[in-house]
DNA sequence: TCCACTTGCTTTGTATACACTGATGGCAGG
DNA sequence: CCTGCCATCAGTGTATACAAAGCAAGTGGA
């Protein structure tokens, strides 16, 4: 792996985990000196990271990381809202409806998931992924995806405000399972206002319980 | 302005006006000698465009200038949709009526820009990027916007695949119009229909007049 | 005492030298 | 004649040195 892949993957994983909280400020000498590489690959992945909107150049003081505010939540999900309704539309049109079968599955059983002591919650949102990656494949659009993915950098980010409790997980389950059924079925309609659904509930859920 | 951004609008130019066509090699040394800038800069610049998807790097052979095929317009114009559909409906709902009458006034009145010999068509694009601008003024959605943003840069590109005559153009203009008028009046489910509408029949135009 | 200028330092921006990787062409062996 | 290996090389990946710009602090004068 190339150092400026190593530089971006520690950074990128070190601001959505929020171990580099907002306002941060990323001087380029400490970090080639902290990661072991030297300053031109810490550029590169600076670049990257202030493409994606994790940091942004500020004048004189090099590039920090970004504002993660309630009102930007707001802002992303209406985004996501666009992207991923349009998305399991076009995925009910297209899709194969054994896959999403199976996952619809999976997702209705996925309270099994959430009740063993996982508390990273990590096999419930590797799921999650799986659905998320089906429609992705089913849609195959490649400008649509890579909308999503650049989104979900930010989400992941996002996740840490809020505190998931088991029967806010359970709850979102059940709307994921309903939005892989209506793929399955091949309606589109069902599919985009069950995601609007998932995604209104999902957001009211982040807005109460973060600090 | 930095090296590097000269590099950056010199090349991102170069791409979206077809001067340098999907597959150009984009080498490092040759485009530091022609640009006169050392490959610093020059770097910076190709992951400028490799991020946004004008280039994409090549196993062994550095970064091309990525192709766009009529699948590729398609896929465009899916997500374009998603998005534009979206942000007409929610700057019906917060945007200023006075804003939007004023330029649905400009765009009912915008065959007389098409008659005059511009053959860039310069007058007219320019105004409908007045009412993109206002649509994202309105919607006051950073991250939509910027979703908006980069889609613009490959729109553009699409652009110089057709042949744009002023028949055509002027139908645009009345659907432009439409839009307008819609979210005047703050009827988002109209602004939405009229922006599907719209760009189906874009769509149609492009494909039926390339090459 | 306050304001302005200067000086020095910190930090980024650019250039260049070197190392390493992947591709390509030729040559030898089957 | 075909195939596989090796050498060469083109080109990127990284490091480091140097230049320029911005900010802050300290000092001098009013």
């Known amino acids: 792996m ?16 929020w171990r580099l909280p907002p306002g941060t400020v990323l001087a380029e000498v400490e970090l080639s000196e902290r ?20 940091a ?31 998305a399991a539309e076009l995925a009910a049109e297209r899709g194969d409806a054994a896959t999403f079968c199976a996952l619809h599955a999976e997702l209705a059983a996925a309270g099994d998931l959430l009740t ?18 089906a429609i992705d ?8 995806a890579q909308a999503l993915k650049s989104l979900r950098v930010h989400l992941v980010r996002v996740r840490r405000l809020s505190k998931d409790n088991p029967a806010r997980l359970r709850e979102a389950a059940r709307e994921h399972a309903t939005i892989a059924l209506a ?29």
Do not use: M
């Open 56 to 86: 942004a150049p500020q004048s004189g003081r090099g590039v920090v990381v970004t504002e993660i505010s309630l009102d930007h939540v707001r802002e992303l999900f209406e985004l996501r809202s666009a992207l991923e309704c349009r």
């Open 116 to 133: 063993d002591d996982d508390p990273s919650r990590h096999s419930y949102y590797e799921l999650a992924a799986r659905l998320d990656a």
């Open 2 to 17: 190339r150092a400026s892949d190593k530089a971006y993957a520690t950074l990128r994983a070190d601001i959505v985990e």
């Open 137 to 144: 494949d089913a849609v195959g659009n490649a400008y649509l």
């Open 35 to 54: 990661l072991g590489v030297s300053r031109t690959p810490v550029r590169e992945a600076l670049a990257r990271l202030s493409a994606e909107g994790l």
């Open 183 to 211: 793929i399955a079925n091949g309606n589109a309609a069902v599919a985009s206002a069950a995601t609007t659904v998932h995604l209104d509930n999902s957001l009211h859920r982040l807005l109460s319980t973060s600090h």
